[in-house]
């Protein structure tokens, strides 16, 4: 595409950088990348950062590292730019300015002179008579001088909207139909400070972008009569309008990061989520899964296969609920139909984190991971769980701690159980050319001793037979397959092992 090139459809994602990325984020631009890609538009990515009482500067950052760890690539935007920059609104305060004339000197707007404190009193009286809140209109109409003879002056005035009787609350959108939304109040669209609200910022922006869709939270839904009579008022075509419904949480409240660490974006890469199922997981939220040959759901997809058969009219409008336990199980799913080598390497960061591992792992730290990780690959959900299950393949013998529920469960069998183990064990030769030949230290050779010395000589079952080996090998009650992890140990450490927990019985 050329950079100037503008396709048939237009759409945007427009985050404010006030924290950690929220998921909606990726919710809001999965459907709206999903839907650019099919059309052979464009997908933007526009950073509101007009409050500036929340704005955070690392924010901005982390919403380029969580949508491009997602693959929801923009076309345009403030770190790749694009024909219609700038992408920060706090950089486009000059864009603004001819706008709120326009509507001042057309009667549509007009300034307001109230203080906070006055604003707070109004509101408190309309409430206590359980009156509609909103704006009384003291300053409509008013010149400065006649408004500063008035209480509750500011020379800090803001810009507001002057909302007609008669205006339009009906609309069209394009997953709900036809919409009726509350009667909006006088919007400030101008604030003390000389930033643009929301209200006036996104519609000039929206338009000065040549944006054809805006789809955003349910939420809108109240403010899009205020946004149509910007449209209107200003000569402007307006775009077409999808409102997404509002994920929410088990008891139907909306996500919010305050309450829910999965309404933050980072969250998912710390806990061990791969984002193609993660981006898989959202689509389903408010989307129906396509259906195979034989008519069952088919709940694993790719972005491309989304896109493909993507359609408005399919949207859910009702408030899906993010159901973890759900996006876990298909976070395990991706995790089983990975390439061995390319789970070795997504484990890696979280294996360096926990300090499991270097910076610079060798060539033969490697190959022993990719062992290990063979054996855990149907264990694990996320990529997290991998530390606990793979730290004892890496860590050196006389330093392996041995877990306190671990050794509370070892019974009174577990000493001679140890030196039966150790006995058996020691008679296995580990030569290279035994290991060439499969005959002596490997899994299947391992596990016929262990269970003829344990199981059938002493005469226990193998629970109780394999606990203290368990424990002893990795430390832990839970480990990887235990003969498998043997082998990868080898008979050095393997041995060392026993006689360590031994010695402490």
């Known amino acids: 595409m050329s950079k100037h090139k503008l396709g048939p459809v237009r759409l945007r994602v427009a985050p404010s950088p006030t924290g950690d990325p929220h998921v909606g984020t990726a919710y809001m631009s999965l459907f709206n990348l999903a839907?650019?890609?099919?059309?052979?538009?464009?997908?933007?990515?526009?950073?509101?950062?007009?409050?500036?009482?929340?704005?955070?500067?690392?924010?901005?950052?982390?919403?380029?590292?969580?949508?491009?760890?997602?693959?929801?690539?923009?076309?345009?935007?403030p770190d790749i730019g694009g024909p219609v920059g700038p992408y920060r609104q706090s950089e486009r305060l000059d864009t603004y300015k001819p706008y709120v004339k326009k509507l001042l000197k057309s009667g549509h707007a007009y300034t307001c002179w109230c203080s906070a404190e006055r604003l707070q009193q109004m509101r408190e009286e309309q409430q206590k008579n359980k009156q509609p809140t909103g704006y009384d209109r003291l300053c409509h109409g008013k010149s400065e001088t006649e408004r500063r003879e008035l209480p509750g002056f500011t020379d800090k005035p803001v810009v507001r909207m002057f909302i007609p009787d008669d205006v339009e609350l009906t609309f069209t959108d394009l997953i709900r139909g036809e919409v009726n939304a509350p009667r909006p109040d006088d919007q400030v669209i101008l604030?003390?400070?000389?930033?643009?609200?929301?209200?006036?910022?996104?519609?000039?922006?929206?338009?000065?972008?040549?944006?054809?869709?805006?789809?955003?939270?349910?939420?809108?839904?109240?403010?899009?009569?205020?946004?149509?009579?910007l449209y209107k008022w200003l000569g402007l075509k307006a775009p077409a309008f999808a409102h997404m419904p509002l994920l929410r949480n088990a008891d139907k409240s909306k996500i919010s990061k305050r309450k829910n660490p999965a309404a933050r974006l980072t969250w998912f890469v710390e806990e061990?989520?791969?984002?193609?199922?993660?981006?898989?997981?959202?689509?389903?939220?408010?989307?129906?899964?396509?259906?195979?040959?034989?008519?069952?759901?088919?709940?694993?997809f790719t972005f491309a296969d989304f896109s493909r058969d993507f359609a408005w009219a399919k949207v859910n409008p009702?408030?899906?609920?993010?159901?973890?336990?759900?996006?876990?199980?298909?976070?395990?799913?991706?995790?089983?139909?990975?390439?061995?080598?390319?789970?070795?390497?997504?484990?890696?960061?979280?294996?360096?984190?926990?300090?499991?591992?270097s910076g610079s792992p060798s060539l033969g730290v490697l190959g022993r991971l990719k062992s290990v990780a063979e054996l855990i690959q149907t264990r694990i959900v996320l990529l997290s769980e991998s530390v606990p299950l793979v730290a004892p393949f890496?860590?050196?013998?006389?330093?392996?701690?041995?877990?306190?529920?671990?050794?509370?469960d070892l019974g009174a069998d577990a000493p001679r159980v140890l030196d039966a183990a150790i006995a058996a064990l020691g008679?296995?030769?580990?030569?290279?050319?035994?290991?060439?030949?499969?005959?002596?230290?490997?899994?299947?050779?391992?596990?016929?001793?262990?269970?003829?010395?344990?199981?059938?000589?002493?005469?226990?079952?193998?629970?109780?037979?394999?606990?203290?080996?368990?424990?002893?090998?990795?430390?832990?009650?839970?480990s990887p397959p235990l003969f498998e992890s043997m082998e990868i140990l080898g008979k050095t450490s393997t041995l060392a092992r026993l006689h360590a927990l031994r010695a402490t019985l």
């Open 35 to 77: 839907y650019a890609r099919q059309q052979g538009g464009q997908f933007l990515l526009r950073i509101e950062d007009t409050d500036r009482a929340r704005f955070r500067a690392d924010s901005e950052q982390q919403v380029f590292d969580t949508l491009h760890w997602l693959g929801l690539q923009w076309d345009e935007g």
């Open 191 to 229: 604030k003390a400070d000389g930033f643009p609200t929301y209200h006036l910022a996104v519609v000039v922006d929206d338009h000065e972008m040549k944006i054809t869709h805006v789809v955003r939270g349910e939420e809108w839904i109240s403010s899009t009569p205020k946004h149509l009579l």
């Open 272 to 300: 061990g989520y791969l984002p193609e199922a993660l981006v898989n997981f959202l689509a389903l939220l408010a989307y129906p899964p396509a259906q195979d040959a034989e008519g069952d759901d088919v709940e694993k």
């Open 318 to 357: 009702v408030g899906p609920i993010f159901d973890l336990k759900k996006l876990q199980w298909l976070n395990g799913v991706y995790i089983r139909d990975l390439e061995l080598g390319d789970l070795t390497s997504r484990l890696l960061p979280y294996l360096e984190r926990a300090g499991v591992l």
């Open 394 to 408: 890496f860590t050196a013998d006389d330093m392996l701690v041995i877990n306190d529920d671990a050794r509370a």
């Open 427 to 478: 008679d296995i030769d580990d030569h290279l050319a035994d290991l060439i030949a499969g005959t002596a230290w490997n899994a299947a050779n391992l596990e016929a001793t262990l269970r003829r010395v344990l199981v059938e000589e002493l005469g226990l079952k193998a629970r109780v037979a394999f606990g203290p080996v368990r424990t002893a090998v990795s430390g832990a009650k839970i």
